[in-house]
């Protein structure tokens, strides 16, 4: 098993573009979140889904939009991309009844 | 609401003394409680989890933690500190049971181990 996969793993984009950040996941685990670390802050929530067709805010939505058209995959789109998003990503998920969440490896994200 | 307070964003041992990195937690219903850990340009791994079992929790690599609700507390203990130990620590809270899925994490604690 890959495990949940995230890509791409870097990427810089220019104030104002949109671009999507892919995460994939191959156990059939229901539940799927994005985070984003930022030093001094830990992980916070930006959106999350609880099985396919379902995703509800975090608390860091603004700026990000999510679907879940299948049980794989959880996209993450930033609409108009603005310094401040400048982030490292994470993409995780979980199967019901196990509160244990598997995490991708991140995606770092630059935006000048 | 739930909410994580890491206290000690900087924690250095040395090589073989007692590491103790403190979590306190804040949930209107019982919580589900995990410590996570990251190595430097790496994803998070998962160190141990409570879920109403067992109030002392072992986890991997020598790690285990203590839920104390008197206290609300969930502090990471390891007897003897390892050079690899060295990484982020993340401590999160989840709702016992919760259909919302979310976790939330603290601040973390950066652990230094010197030689």
């Known amino acids: 098993n890959a495990g949940v996969t995230q890509t791409p793993k870097f990427q810089v984009l220019k104030t104002g573009q949109s671009m999507t950040l892919q995460c994939a996941q191959d156990?059939?685990?229901?539940?799927m979140s994005w985070y984003r670390q930022d030093p001094g802050m830990g992980l916070r929530l930006i959106h999350y889904?609880?099985?396919?067709?379902?995703?509800d805010q975090g608390e860091v939505p603004n700026g990000y939009n999510v679907s879940r058209s299948t049980t794989e995959d959880f996209p993450l789109r930033l609409l108009s991309a603005a310094p401040s998003q400048t982030s490292v990503y994470f993409c995780?998920?979980?199967?019901?009844?196990?509160?244990?969440?598997?995490f991708g490896s991140g995606t770092r994200l630059t935006v000048v | 609401a739930q909410s994580v307070t890491q206290l000690g964003s900087h924690v250095s041992v040395s090589e073989g003394a007692l590491v103790l990195l403190r979590c306190n937690y804040s949930?209107?219903?019982?919580?589900?409680l995990f410590w996570y850990v990251q190595y430097p340009n790496q994803g998070l791994q998962l160190l141990l989890k409570?879920?109403?079992?067992?109030?002392l929790v072992k986890g991997i690599n020598g790690f285990e933690a203590e839920f104390k609700k008197s206290e609300t507390s969930f502090h990471l203990t390891k007897p003897s500190a390892h050079m690899s130990d060295a990484a982020e620590y993340f401590c999160?809270?989840?709702?016992?049971?919760?259909?919302?899925?979310?976790?939330?994490f603290g601040t973390g604690t950066l652990l230094a181990v010197q030689p």
């Open positions: 995780a998920s979980r199967q019901d009844g196990n509160y244990g969440y598997t």
């Open positions: 156990m059939n685990h229901e539940y």
């Open positions: 889904s609880v099985g396919a067709g379902i995703t």
């Open positions: 949930s209107s219903v019982p919580p589900y």
């Open positions: 409570y879920t109403s079992a067992a109030t």
């Open positions: 999160a809270v989840s709702e016992h049971g919760g259909a919302t899925n979310k976790l939330i």
